[in-house]
């Protein structure tokens, strides 16, 4: 460790016994990260440009994550993965026909998800020929002429329109349109395994489903919770914005069951000082190791400091009068959290009442507080209640509604947010039906669509029929991945609108698909010359991209320009629904996003390449709580747990899956997980040293893993390398998407549908 001296109770030393980096997050390993990345993709002077101009005005903004693209940028604004996304992205391979002459489905489905991506870029329209098990060239028109008959042949709710939450704004708009002109809203989308729980929950809590923070709110914020969300690895460049934030004085505390480097300490690859003298900034003042699923306890215990604290100087330490005007349910839930029992919190968090006394004084010490939170949140059984907690905890002492306070979920994918804002969801209020009926002469669907763990019940059930996939990774990114894989042939149709190749695409339904497109970085040239594409970030600021870099083919085309071509192949004529005009022009369909979305999108051409993004508003921000009782909602807690029911026994441990630093969701950059100091193979099983003896493992060891689910179904994986690592008891940790077979599809947060891919009860068999 550079610098620090070790706090008590291992607050900030790192268990020496295992592996773990010593350089700070950032530092010079990022820029080597980059560089074998450049060099796997055959990187250009135009990438050179295109990196230059990231996530500034004008520029490309990084499809990687969605973190804010600052009014005033870094010399650099991107960070070491988002330099890795856009040079994956502009590579310089070409997965073309020849390509796929020469590689069979079969023998392709034996390649990592590495190397299928690694294959380059798609360069055309490809079918899957079942009697050559290959893919073979086709024409855009006999695509789109054969995808509309299917879609016409069959009722319109068997379709599902899937979207990773990448797409920009104007494209996701026409998908959101095509699907409920066709007569369905089966609409799931890359959050319903991601900040679903935030939508769903945050809506009941705080009548937002969204974030109430913006970039300001960390200039003036006291100080920063943080809950599982790993910020040097997925969304590195917030780590500029924390250390400034500790520089001047605000104080962090984490909690987390896995010490990531990140929020230890940092050191600025663009400041000089920092890189040569080696003195990085120390981000987290407290760092506390707490049991998956913990944080409802912990926070528990959090709220009984702060009533003892009311109690030891009565009216100054709630905000009473907050309390009173603005919110719901406080009595019920200040009893149930004064009769919740120390040790009950301890057994639960696996910390001690002092660690989280320490905490609390924290809190206490803050005018303006920020509750930050990620996967390690949501994607619990009882997702709802962690955030329900957060809520209680902010809401107590006033920290929703002002500045430099607020809940901020860290988002995913660049454009995950604004997609549901454009209508991608499976509800009739994503897309307002007067809006619908008045500009284009259409009755909207009156029933609710299918999430993703709904329309894969649908797959399995026979109920869904045709597949459409607007990027992502579904077949690698859900769930029970045996069951689904195995029910995917089953489909009649699926269509990939992609960049890159990967593992499902490789799962034909009968009818297949791929269909290549543009990425964020290629130049998008239509009827009235190049156009712009538009996405919201975490802090509902949205931003224009203007792609540069020559496409990889003649032959690819915009993610708009797929859309269109096949809502316009499947529909019946409609003067009103100009999907060629609209290609030509994305102004007019920004036209339309503000005509169907007006609050948030008025003068949205005017405003599309405003520095920092133009705000589209948050009622909660400004005290208007668009909930039930119109008021923020207390919730007294219901159990200390966020994990679901799981049989006892001394060998079932709790599993996470995690990123490394070296992959985007399921794009697999390369095989170093740099700041948790591992390397080599990502089919290993983290497990504390004590774990690992208590259990009679070794070292290496080559175990299986078993769900200690009992529904019938048995979900194993095998050949996972036993490695010790600093976790708590009574769990382990591996990455995703090679653990995705062991989480059942119906293991999922109560209210969302989102799994509980944080939590899963599991068993090591050797
Ligand atoms: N480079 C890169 N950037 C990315 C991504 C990527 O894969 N690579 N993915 C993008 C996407 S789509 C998303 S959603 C985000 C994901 O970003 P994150 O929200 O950071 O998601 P994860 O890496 O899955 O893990 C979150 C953290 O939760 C912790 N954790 C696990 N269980 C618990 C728990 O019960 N309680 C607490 N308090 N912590 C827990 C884990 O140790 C981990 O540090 O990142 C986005 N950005
Ligand atoms: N076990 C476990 N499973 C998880 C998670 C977890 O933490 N643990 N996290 C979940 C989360 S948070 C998420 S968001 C999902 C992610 O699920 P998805 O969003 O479905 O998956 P991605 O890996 O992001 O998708 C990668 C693919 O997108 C395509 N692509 C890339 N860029 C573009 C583009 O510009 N346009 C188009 N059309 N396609 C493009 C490429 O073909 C690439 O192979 O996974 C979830 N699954
Ligand atoms: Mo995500």
């Known amino acids: 460790m550079t610098g620090f001296p070790p706090d008590p109770g291992r607050a900030v030393s790192q268990d020496p016994d295992t592996p773990h980096d010593t350089d700070p997050a950032g530092g010079w390993g990022s820029l080597k990260g980059v560089a074998r990345v450049a060099g796997e993709t055959g990187v250009s002077a135009v990438a050179a440009r295109i990196l230059g101009s990231l996530n500034k005005p004008g520029g490309v903004m990084c499809s990687s994550c969605a973190w804010a693209k600052p009014a005033k940028p870094n010399t650099f604004e991107f960070c070491e993965n988002g330099a890795k996304a856009t040079l994956w992205e502009l590579d310089r391979n070409r997965a073309d026909a020849a390509f796929f002459a020469r590689h069979s489905v079969t023998e392709l489905r034996d390649w990592h998800d590495h190397d299928l991506e690694k294959s380059g870029r798609l360069t055309e329209p490809l079918r899957y020929d079942p009697g050559l098990d ?35 704004l104007e494209a996701s708009y026409l998908y959101a349109l095509f699907a409920r002109a066709m007569g369905h809203q089966n609409l799931p989308q890359s959050s319903n395994m991601c900040h679903e729980t935030t939508s769903v929950n945050l809506e009941t809590f705080i009548g937002t489903p969204v974030g109430t923070c913006t970039l300001d709110d960390f200039e003036t914020c006291d100080t920063i919770f943080f809950f599982g969300q790993n910020t040097g690895s997925n969304s590195p460049r917030f780590l500029h914005v924390l250390k400034a934030a500790v520089q001047r004085g605000c104080r962090i505390v984490t909690f987390n069951p896995v010490r990531e480097r990140g929020l230890i300490e940092f050191a ?91 905490a609390a004084e924290i809190y206490l010490s803050a005018d303006r507080a920020i509750g930050i939170y990620g996967m390690g949140m949501t994607q619990h059984v009882n997702g709802w209640l962690n955030l329900g907690m957060l809520c209680n905890l902010l809401l107590m002492r006033g920290n929703i509604g002002k500045p430099g306070a607020g809940i901020s979920p860290v988002r995913g994918h660049s454009n995950v947010q604004g997609q549901r804002t454009v209508g991608i969801g499976e509800k009739s209020k994503h897309m307002p039906a007067d809006k619908l009926r008045a500009l284009f002469g259409i009755e909207p669907p009156s029933r609710d669509g299918l999430n993703a763990v709904h329309a894969c019940e649908g797959i399995l059930d026979g109920r869904v029929e045709a597949l459409v996939s607007l990027g992502g990774n579904l077949v690698r990114a859900l769930p029970d991945r045996v069951r689904m894989e195995a029910a995917w042939p089953n489909l009649r149709l699926t269509v990939h609108v992609a960049t890159k190749l990967n593992r499902s695409h490789l799962v034909p339904g009968q009818v297949s698909y791929i269909l290549p497109c543009l990425g964020r970085t290629d130049r998008d040239l239509q009827a009235s010359g190049p156009q712009a594409v538009s996405m919201e970030d975490t802090f509902s600021h949205i931003y224009g991209s203007l792609g540069r870099a020559e496409p990889p083919s003649e032959d690819v085309r915009s993610e708009l320009a797929i859309v269109a071509g096949m809502a316009k192949a499947t529909l019946r004529e409609n003067p009103r629904l100009d999907w060629d005009g609209w290609t030509a022009n994305y102004d007019r369909v920004r036209d339309l996003i503000a005509q169907t979305f007006p ?31 119109g008021k923020a909602q207390f919730t007294a807690p219901t159990t200390l747990s966020a994990l679901g029911e799981a049989p006892e026994g001394d060998d079932v441990m709790t599993l996470i899956t995690l990123r490394s630093n070296d992959q985007f969701n399921t794009t697999i950059y390369g095989f170093s997980d740099r700041l948790r100091g591992l390397s080599g193979g990502r089919e290993i099983v983290m497990i504390n040293r004590r774990e690992l003896v208590r259990l009679g493992l070794s070292e290496g060891q080559k175990v299986a893993l078993e769900t200690a689910i009992a529904d019938g179904v048995t979900r194993r994986v095998e050949g996972f390398a036993v490695t010790p690592y600093d976790l708590p008891d009574g769990c382990i940790a591996g990455y995703y998407p090679e653990l995705n077979p062991l989480v059942p599809l119906g293991y999922h947060e109560k209210n969302s549908q989102t799994p509980a891919y944080k939590g899963t009860p599991v068993r090591i068999v050797v």
């Open 599 to 629: 609050d948030d999108f008025a003068d949205f051409n005017t405003r599309l390449m405003q520095p920092g993004g133009f705000y589209r508003g948050n009622p909660a921000r400004d005290r208007t709580w668009k909930t039930e009782s």
């Open 134 to 168: 290959r893919y073979a060239p086709v024409s855009w028109d006999t695509a789109f002429a054969e995808i509309g008959r299917e879609l016409r042949g069959m009722s319109p709710e068997r379709a599902v329109f899937y979207a990773s939450g990448h797409a920009g």
């Open 268 to 358: 600025d690859p663009q400041s000089p000082g920092q890189m040569t003298l080696g003195k990085p900034t120390r981000i987290s003042e407290k760092y506390y190791q707490l049991r998956p699923g913990g944080d409802i306890a912990v926070i528990a215990g959090l709220m009984k400091c702060v009533l003892e604290a009311e109690d030891a100087a009565p009216g100054t330490v709630l905000d009473h009068a907050f309390i009173a005007a603005e919110t719901t349910g406080f009595a019920e839930t200040e009893k149930t959290v004064r009769a919740t029992l120390w040790p009950e919190i301890e057994r639960h968090s696996g910390l001690t009442e002092a660690m989280i006394r320490e």
